[in-house]
C-alpha cells in the first residue's frame, strides 16, 4: 500500500510516517519507482506508534516498546517498567500543572479586575511582586 493509505490506516500524518520511516521506527520496502510499499505489518506498527505516543511515550519509548513487542521472548516485566515509567513522568507533570495552577489563581484572586492600571497578574509576570 502506499503511504497515504498507511497513514490514513494508522491515524497519522504522511509527513510523520515520513519521519518513522527516516528514523528507523518502520521500514517499508521500496518499489522499484523508489516509492514506499507499506505491508499489512507496517500499517499495524504505525498504529501500535501512534497509539504509544498518543499516551505520551518519547520515540526512543516508542523504539523499545516497538522491539519488546516484536520479541516473542520478552519479559513482561521489561514493559511494565517503561510503562510505570512512563506513570511517574506523567504523575510529575501533573503535580508541576498543578503547582502552575496554584501560582495563576493566587495572581487572579489578587487582582481586582477593575478600571485601575495596577494589576498583580502583570506584576507576577514581570517578577514584581515577591515570588507567587
Known amino acids: 500500500m502506499n503511504i497515504q493509505t498507511a497513514a490514513r490506516l494508522a491515524g497519522l500524518p504522511v509527513k510523520t ?3 518513522y520511516d527516516e528514523i528507523g521506527l518502520v521500514r517499508p520496502a521500496r518499489r522499484p519507482n523508489g516509492y514506499r510499499d507499506y505491508s499489512d505489518q507496517d500499517a499495524h506498527k504505525l498504529r501500535f506508534l501512534a497509539r504509544a505516543r498518543s499516551l505520551g511515550f518519547s520515540i ?9 513487542y516484536e520479541d516473542e521472548s520478552r519479559a513482561s516485566r521489561d514493559v511494565k ?4 515509567e512512563r506513570i511517574a513522568q506523567i504523575d510529575h507533570k501533573i503535580d508541576e500543572l498543578r503547582a502552575l495552577r496554584a501560582s495563576l489563581a493566587h495572581l487572579v484572586e489578587a487582582c481586582h479586575g477593575d478600571e485601575r492600571p495596577d494589576c498583580p497578574i502583570l506584576e507576577g509576570l514581570a517578577g514584581k511582586g515577591g515570588d507567587h
Not at 60 to 68: D, K, M, T, V, Y
Not at 81 to 84: F, M, P, T, V
Open 81 to 84: 517498567r517503561l510503562a510505570e
Open 17 to 19: 510516517v515520513r519521519y
Open 60 to 68: 526512543e519509548e516508542c523504539r523499545q516498546l516497538l522491539s519488546l
